[in-house]
């Protein structure tokens, strides 16, 4: 498997084997079946960070393998969702040729929901001003242009500039029920929106 290639056609087998192991270890204190909650085969992860790679007058996101840590360009990301997947493309469209949002920058996290609002945050190996913030929010309204919902969040050593807010609301159905769900940026979330869907336990909602 590579990041831009996710292996759907195994998901079936993959799933399958899980389950059997699952109960093989808890057969000594139970021979329930389990109930199993299928998720998404692609398109899934709600939340993913790129370290940023720059190379001459280009730029793009990169992962480091696991066990060789070699760098490894990453210019679509099927694993994510979908909107994840659009900002990628237009986040280094939109910093590629700009030297104030493009210098020292070495990092963008994405947090998204299911309702499309996204929080990306910009990490950067400089302190950020007031030019920075002028072009950064240069780049949210042309992102906005293109009818991404989106809020832009600058970091760097002991500096967080917020554009507009620095969480986005998930809305969840469950049991007849919207929970909406407040994510932070750099905070912990659980990155597969449809499982949270499945796992709360309508019982106590």
Not at 106 to 116: A, R, V
Not at 163 to 171: F, P
Request: glycine share 2%; net charge neutral.
């Amino acid at each position: 498997m590579t990041p831009e290639h996710l292996p759907t056609e195994q998901y079936e087998a993959q799933l399958a084997e899980k389950v059997v192991r699952l109960q093989s270890m808890m057969a000594p204190f139970s021979d329930l079946v389990p109930e199993v909650f299928r998720s998404p085969v692609s398109h899934y992860r709600m939340r993913a960070e790129f370290r940023i790679w720059h190379d001459g007058d280009d730029l793009y996101h990169i992962i480091f393998d696991q066990q060789t840590k070699s760098r490894i360009r990453v210019d679509s990301f099927p694993a994510a969702s979908e909107l994840i997947n659009q900002l990628m493309t237009a986040m280094i469209a939109g910093v590629r040729n700009n030297p104030v949002l493009r210098h020292k920058l070495f990092q963008i996290d994405y947090l998204t929901t299911l309702s499309n609002q996204a929080v990306v945050s910009l990490l950067y190996h400089k302190k950020l001003d007031d030019e920075w913030r002028q072009e950064a929010e240069s780049l949210r309204d042309a992102l906005r242009a293109q009818n991404l919902n989106v809020h832009l969040i600058g970091r760097a050593t002991k500096t967080k500039i917020e554009l507009d807010q620095d969480y986005i609301d998930e809305r969840l159905p469950v049991a007849g029920k919207e929970m909406i769900y407040r994510q932070v940026e750099n905070s912990f979330t659980q990155p597969n929106a449809a499982m949270n869907i499945r796992c709360w336990n309508g019982r106590w909602t």
